[in-house]
C-alpha cells in the first residue's frame, strides 16, 4: 500500500502531466527575469567572493564551509549515478537538459539561499538555523505552510535520501569488491554518526576537508578521458545538442524521455529550489556580512555541481559508448563506463568515489534535517538523539532495498519539498529583489556592502537578533 502511494504522488509530481517541470522551469525563468539574469551579469563576481569566503565568526560556519556543505549535499549520487540513469532512460539528450535547468536552477538557488540568510536565527548554542521553514514563517506568517515543508524535509533528508546515497555505496562496493551490502549499510551508518554528532561545525569542516579534492580528482579523471578521446568530442556535443530536441535517428521517440530524465536527475543533483540548500546559507557568517553573499556563493554551487561536475560524468560515460538502454541503471553504468576507459582500476576508482561523493551527501544530509529540530524547538537530548536513530536506521535499510524503492521515495520526497518551497519564494520575490538592489547600489557607489536591519523594506521581520 505505501509503495502505491508513493507511486500515485511520483505521477502526479513527476508523471505524463509533468507538473514539477514546469514549476522548476517557471521559477527558473521567474528569477532570471527578475533578477536580471543575475547567473550571467554576477558570474564573474561569485567567484570573487568565493576567493574571499574562509573567515567566520563563532556563531557560524564560513561562506567556504557553507559552499563545501551544500556541494557535500549536492555532489553525490545524482552526480554519479543519476546522471548515468538520466543517459539510461533518455539518451545524450537528457544531457542538454540538465544544463538548462541548472542555468535557471542559478537564479532559484540564488533567490532561496538569500532567503535563508536573511531570515536565520540563533539557537540555545548561538548558532545560525534557518531554512525554508523559517522564512516562510517568518517572510509570510503561514506557520501551517512551514510545518509543512519541515515535515517534508525530515522525510527527504532525515530519511530517504541518505537511504538513497547508502544504496548506491553498497551497490558499487558489491559490484566491485564484493563487499555484502548488510556490512556497507552498518559501516556507513557508523562512521556517519560519529561526525553528524559533532553539529553542523563538526561536518561543515568534514566537508571543507573532503569536498573540494574529491571535486577535484574527477575533473581531472574527465579531463584526462576527455584529452584522450579529443577527435570524438565536437561529435559528442552535436549528438548532445541535437538528441535534445530530437533531431536524431536515434533520439526521434525519445524527446519526452529525454527532457523529463534530464530535468528531474539535473534537479535531484543540484537540488535548485527544493529548499534544502538554504540551510547550509543560513549557517554561514558571510563575509562581507550581507545576505546576498549567500545567494553569489550557493549559486556557484548549482553551477559547479551541474555544469562541471555532471557534465564530466556525461563525458565519461557517452564516450565509452554505454547509452540509452530504456530502463533505469544506476551506479553500474558508470562502472562500466570507466571499465572501458581505465580497465580494472577504473571500476575500482568509480566504487571509491561514489562511496566518498555519496557519504559526504549522507553526512550533510543530516544537518539539513537536523537544522529543523530547533523549528520545533525539538533540539535537545532526546530530540536530536530520536532523530539520529531514525536517520542511521534509515541508511542501513536504504543499502539493503532496491533501486527503484529507493529512488521513489527520494522523488516523492523532493517533488513534495519543491512545491512548497517554491511556492515561497516567488511570493518573497519582493523582498529578494530589494535585498539584491540594496547589496548591488553599495557595491556600485563603493559603501559598506554589510547588511543592517531597516536598509530594505521586507516581508515579515528579521531575526532582531541577527541584524540589528
Known amino acids: 500500500m505505501f509503495e502505491q502511494i508513493i507511486a500515485f504522488i511520483n505521477q502526479l509530481l513527476w508523471g505524463d502531466g509533468q507538473l514539477l517541470i514546469y514549476i522548476l522551469l517557471f521559477a527558473g525563468a521567474w528569477f ?18 568565493a576567493r574571499h569566503s574562509a573567515s567566520a565568526d563563532s556563531n557560524g560556519i564560513s ?38 535547468i ?42 501551517w ?11 527527504g533528508y532525515g530519511a530517504s535520501f541518505s537511504a538513497m546515497q547508502a544504496n548506491t555505496i553498497a551497490e558499487a562496493l558489491n ?9 556497507s549499510g552498518a559501516a556507513i551508518a557508523v562512521i556517519a554518526g560519529m561526525i553528524v554528532l559533532g553539529g553542523l561545525k563538526r561536518i561543515a569542516r568534514f566537508a571543507e576537508l573532503i569536498v573540494p579534492w574529491m571535486g577535484a580528482a574527477f575533473i581531472l579523471t574527465a579531463l584526462i578521458i576527455s584529452a584522450v578521446n579529443f577527435t570524438q568530442l565536437p561529435g559528442l556535443i552535436s549528438d548532445i545538442v541535437l538528441s535534445a530536441f530530437g533531431l536524431t535517428e536515434a533520439s526521434a521517440g525519445a524527446l519526452g524521455a529525454a527532457i523529463k530524465s534530464g530535468i528531474q536527475r539535473g534537479m535531484y543533483s543540484n537540488e535548485a529550489g527544493a529548499g534544502s540548500v538554504p540551510h547550509a546559507a543560513a549557517g554561514a557568517a558571510p563575509n562581507p556580512n550581507h545576505p546576498v553573499v ?24 557517452l564516450l565509452a559508448g554505454v547509452g540509452a538502454s530504456g530502463e533505469m541503471a544506476g551506479i553500474s553504468v558508470t562502472q562500466q563506463a570507466m571499465a572501458v576507459h581505465f580497465g580494472e582500476f577504473g571500476d575500482d576508482f568509480i566504487a571509491v568515489a561514489i562511496t566518498l561523493f555519496a557519504f559526504t551527501s549522507v553526512v550533510a544530509n543530516y544537518a539539513y534535517a ?19 536513530c531514525i536517520y542511521l536506521a534509515m541508511v542501513v535499510w536504504g543499502a539493503n532495498a532496491s533501486l527503484q524503492q529507493v529512488w521513489n521515495l ?23 529583489i530589494s535585498l539584491t538592489h540594496d547589496y548591488l547600489n553599495k557595491k556600485q557607489q563603493g559603501e559598506n556592502l554589510s547588511f543592517r536591519k531597516g536598509d530594505v523594506v521586507i516581508q515579515g521581520e528579521t531575526a532582531s537578533d541577527v541584524w540589528d
Open 294 to 317: 549567500q545567494g553569489y556563493i550557493q549559486m556557484l554551487g548549482v553551477f559547479v555541481d551541474t555544469i562541471v561536475l555532471c557534465s564530466c560524468t556525461a563525458v565519461i560515460v
Open 102 to 143: 541548472a542555468l535557471l536552477g542559478m537564479a532559484t538557488g540564488f533567490a532561496e539561499s538569500v532567503l535563508g540568510q536573511l531570515y536565520k536565527v540563533k539557537d540555545n548554542r548561538k548558532e545560525f538555523r534557518g531554512g525554508p521553514a523559517y522564512y516562510i514563517r517568518a517572510g509570510l506568517g503561514k506557520t
Open 175 to 183: 559490484n566491485t569488491f564484493a563487499v555484502p551490502t548488510y556490512l
Open 410 to 432: 527520494a522523488d516523492m520526497s523532493l517533488g513534495l519539498m519543491t512545491l512548497v518551497n517554491v511556492y515561497a519564494i516567488v511570493l518573497l520575490t519582493p523582498t529578494i
Open 32 to 49: 532570471t527575469f527578475k533578477l536580471r539574469a543575475i547567473q550571467l551579469s554576477g558570474f564573474k563576481h561569485m567567484f570573487s567572493l
Open 145 to 155: 505552510l512551514a510545518v509543512l515543508f519541515s515535515l517534508c524535509l525530515f522525510l
Open 63 to 100: 561562506s567556504f564551509q557553507a559552499l563545501c556543505t551544500g556541494l557535500s549535499a549536492r555532489v553525490g549520487t545524482g552526480n554519479l549515478a543519476g546522471v548515468a540513469m538520466a543517459i539510461s532512460l533518455g539518451g545524450s539528450g537528457a544531457v542538454f537538459w540538465m544544463w538548462v
Open 370 to 388: 537536523e537544522s529543523n529540530l530547533h523549528f520545533f524547538k525539538l533540539d535537545n537530548k532526546v530530540g536530536k538523539l530520536s532523530y539520529t
